[in-house]
């Protein structure tokens, strides 16, 4: 049902598939993510294909696209691509645009594949299986990532629906949280041309600290971007 539909559905009785119903009802009370009982999620108004193999998109990210997409990219690498949530979104707003999308799981490229076949924009991206930049060849106008940054503290507080559903490697490195960014920061600017920009989605008490690591590696124009609660969420740099 459309949400429309479902305003004034209210008091009508069920008349679908009771035992499938019973089965989503079973699955919520273990505890696992809507997104991975339906099998997709929406991001920007498109559906993605979810599996326990990637992160379901979210809505923050979109503070992430929305930043990227200012930029007007014609080259874009997307580092720990997931379900391809960014790389393929921008490939169908931008449709004179190139991508890769890597990613170190081959389960969560082959999910990413499928999306790019469903938004119709698999002829203008590549996948690829590489540890962050290890296996990057080119140069690019964009590198997006939205990295696992949340610290090992934190992430065992956080609800069974994402510790006992979905990726650890997507989620976190464990320590306090800033691995991926280290890495990322440190490599990311040889693959950068002129006036590219590198842009991350972050935690929101972690601004200052990758801002720190993005002006070390010798990006310029550093800035920080706040996501609708008003929290820092995506930290950017350009490659002089």
Not at 6 to 12: I, K, L, R, V, Y
Not at 83 to 105: C, F, R, V, W, Y
């Amino acid at each position: 049902m459309s949400r429309t539909q479902q305003s004034f559905s209210g008091n009508e009785p069920f008349t679908g598939d009771m035992a499938r119903f019973e089965a989503i009802i079973a699955a919520r009370l273990n505890r696992q993510p809507l997104s991975q009982i339906l099998g997709q999620a929406p991001f920007r108004d498109r559906m993605f294909r979810v599996t326990p193999d990637v992160l379901a998109p979210r809505a923050d990210t979109e503070v992430l696209l929305d930043a990227a997409l200012a930029t007007a990219p014609r080259a874009i690498l997307d580092l720990g691509t997931g379900p391809g949530t960014l790389a393929l979104t921008l490939l169908a707003e931008l449709p004179e645009a190139h991508a890769i999308a890597s990613d170190i799981s081959s389960a969560a490229l082959a999910v990413a594949a499928d999306n790019a076949q469903a938004l119709g924009v698999a002829d203008r991206v590549r996948f690829v299986q590489s540890d962050w930049l290890a296996a990057i060849e080119g140069s690019f106008d964009l590198i997006v990532s939205n990295p696992p940054y949340v610290d090992a503290e934190t992430y065992a507080r956080l609800a069974p629906e994402i510790t006992r559903w979905e990726p650890a490697i997507a989620l976190t490195p464990g320590g306090d949280g800033l691995d991926a960014y280290r890495i990322i920061a440190a490599e990311a600017p040889a693959f950068l041309r002129p006036g590219g920009h590198l842009m991350v989605e972050i935690g929101f008490d972690q601004g200052a600290a990758v801002a720190a690591l993005l002006e070390a590696a010798g990006l310029s124009d550093i800035r920080i971007d706040a996501d609708l609660n008003g929290k820092s969420r995506v930290v950017s740099g350009v490659q002089r």
